[in-house]
């Protein structure tokens, strides 16, 4: 038995004359330690045994048949055993060249080497036990260091590779592509929208637990041999090597982001992640792996900068667009000192008398040089640089001031509201309730003249947070309206949760409506469950007639769109409030 109580098992390879019988029967009568003894009397038979089966070490004779002990020990080396080997060598008196072959087997890579003739002397045992602690202390120190190496080049959260790893095998790919020139390889870059918003909110660990979810996600849409690695927070990037053409990249992005429309449950409750993806091929122009990597990096920026959930593919000329991106970043900041953000006023409408309910208040950015900038051309970069929360404060007291203004100037009845957009990033800052509280609390327009717009993917952060926010909201007496309702993925539960009063029926359902039968189901099937909730509808984007008949005849009573009117400065809405505020579609398309 060993320290541990254990037997050492010991193969003896010796051939038929026997010449390690004494070996063997001296080992069998120790009890410290105390050996499991097995013998094969060949070459073969011993090689297929250590194949086979498990060892603490080997004994081998000299001569096995017409091989030698040292032609076995090579070929274990060969074949890749882990078993130390001791040597039994021959007295000087029968081989000459005794001295010479010990410093061969030790080369060939026995453990160790016993003179034939010293073997009744105890050095055997001592000899094994040295060769297996030996073994045995390498082998730890192999793992602790292949442990080292895992932990050097891999991600802890994940277990994926990182940055380090990934860089080592795309500097491999490119440099097999350069001897093999029609494999082609790409790299995707991914990182996921809003994660600082949901990483604040959820706190660390939920956070955490998503991103892991999410990996493994990734991992479904891959084929075994390509590379995923996380290079930290919420930034991956995927290695696709030997692919046949650009098709083949933009599918794996596509099953990604398809992969991300299933909701993820963390402690119940269902979380949405998106992606925005930037793509590169590697050319002949790109030398390292860093250049790809950085061509991947740049269309992600681009792919974030249009929008979010999309995918980019890098195109020569896209760092000048980099460029331009940052460019137009400091123009904004620089728009925001100049006051260059002016409001728009789009009336909102009962359906079946044209008369204005309210307005949805909408901000366009007057340019020095460029004019009347849409907010969809700034407002996803002002969002991904936080200088949104700026704009949105100079929107809502605009909003809140000339709605004050109207009210005490123009005798209406219903009082008209104003509903004004928040963003993701606007509706996660601190302090938000106050700060409304505050803005009405100055301009003196009543709460329930507020409207507050968020869509579907903003309630799907933080459970909790959103429904104390919401709440928040409620209690100072606002309206909820969910924007472009039908677009996103909210589950039928949290809007039944939430204290939220209006749908806003997205543009593209009332587009549809007249173009194919399923539209006109889908806006049937939206206003059912606005009526089953007990909510109020607003139709948007209606542009023609048409669509007014049908939405009427389908029950839907608000609604705002170009055939009512286009959002209008301040100064028309006055002289549509000096006529009393009736909106008749057809009227005023004529006019
Ligand atoms: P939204 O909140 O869904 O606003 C409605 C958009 O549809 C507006 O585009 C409006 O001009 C347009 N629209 C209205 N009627 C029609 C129609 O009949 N046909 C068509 N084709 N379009 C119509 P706009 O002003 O370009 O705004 C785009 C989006 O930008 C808004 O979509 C909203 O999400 C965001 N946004 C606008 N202003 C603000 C703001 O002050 N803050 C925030 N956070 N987002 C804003
Ligand atoms: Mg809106
Ligand atoms: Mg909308």
């Given at each position: 038995m060993d320290r541990n109580g254990q037997t050492w098992k010991i193969l003896v390879i010796d051939d038929e004359r026997d010449a390690l019988g004494f070996a063997r029967e001296r080992l069998s009568r120790s009890?410290?330690?105390?050996f499991d003894l097995l013998s094969a009397q060949s070459f073969a038979a011993g090689l297929a045994r250590l194949r086979d089966d498990r060892y603490d070490a080997c004994l081998v004779g000299h001569e096995l048949g017409p091989q030698s002990g040292i032609e076995l020990i090579r070929e274990v080396e060969k074949l890749g055993i882990r078993v130390p080997i001791v040597l039994v060598i021959p007295p000087e008196s029968i081989v000459p060249h005794a001295a010479a072959l010990e410093v061969e087997a030790m080369n060939a890579g026995a453990a160790d080497c016993i003179d034939a003739e010293r073997l009744e002397a105890g050095l055997l045992e001592r000899s094994l036990r040295y060769v297996i602690e030996r073994h045995r202390a390498m082998i730890a120190l192999q793992q602790s260091e292949e442990r080292l190496r895992h932990e050097i080049l891999h991600d802890s959260l994940t277990g994926l590779p990182n940055r380090t790893m990934f860089l080592d095998r795309l500097e491999r790919a490119m440099a097999r592509r350069g001897r093999k020139p029609d494999s082609l390889c790409a790299v995707l870059c991914i990182d996921l929208d809003r994660f600082k918003v949901v990483n604040e909110s959820l706190g660390h660990i939920v956070a955490d637990r998503l991103l892991l979810a999410i990996a493994r996600r990734f991992e479904n849409?891959?084929?075994?041999e390509d590379t995923m690695a996380r290079f930290g927070g919420d930034e991956f990037a995927i290695l696709l090597d030997d692919?046949?053409?650009i098709q083949d990249a933009t599918r794996i992005a596509e099953r990604i982001q398809q992969e991300l429309l299933r909701p993820i449950l963390l402690e119940g409750e269902e979380v949405f992640a998106t992606a925005s993806i930037g793509i590169a091929m590697a050319t002949p122009e790109m030398i390292r792996a860093t250049d790809l990597l950085r061509a991947a990096d740049t269309a992600l920026t681009r792919a974030k900068g249009l929008g979010k959930g999309r995918y980019e593919l890098f195109a020569p000329g896209m760092h000048s667009q980099a460029v331009q991106l940052l460019r137009l970043e400091n123009d904004l900041r620089r728009a925001v000192e100049a006051n260059e953000f002016r409001l728009m006023f789009q009336p909102v409408v009962a359906l079946s008398t044209g008369r204005l309910l309210g307005f949805e208040a909408l901000v366009r950015w007057v340019h020095p040089d460029r004019g009347m900038v849409p907010p969809n051309d700034f407002l996803p970069l002002a969002e991904e640089t936080g200088i949104i929360v700026r704009i949105g404060q100079f929107v809502l007291e605009e909003a809140c001031r000339r709605t004050a203004d109207w009210h005490r100037r123009f005798p209406l009845d219903p009082k008209p509201y104003v509903a004004v957009n928040l963003s993701a990033r606007e509706f996660g800052q601190r302090g938000l309730i106050p700060q409304i509280q505050r803005v009405l609390d100055e301009t003196?327009?009543?709460?329930?003249?507020l409207k507050i717009e968020i869509t579907e993917g903003v309630l799907q952060g933080n459970a909790a947070g959103i429904d104390e926010l919401l709440h928040g909201m409620r209690s100072l007496g606002l309206g909820l309206f969910i924007d472009d309702f039908g677009t996103g993925y909210s589950s039928l539960a949290a809007l039944h949760r939430y204290p939220i009063d209006t749908l806003k029926i997205d543009r593209s359902f009332v587009r549809n409506m007249t173009i194919e039968k399923r539209g006109s189901a889908i806006v049937r099937t939206i206003l059912a469950l606005a009526w089953n909730l007990g909510l109020e509808v607003v139709a948007e984007g209606v542009e023609t007639a048409e669509q007014r008949m049908l939405l009427s005849a389908l029950g839907c009573s608000n609604a705002q769109g170009y055939f009512f009117s286009r959002p209008l400065p301040a100064e028309e809405i006055e002289e549509l409030l000096l006529r009393g505020g009736i909106l008749d579609g057809a009227e005023d398309q004529a006019a």
């Open positions: 009890k410290q330690p105390s849409c891959l084929r075994v692919i046949r053409g003196g327009l009543p709460p329930q003249s």
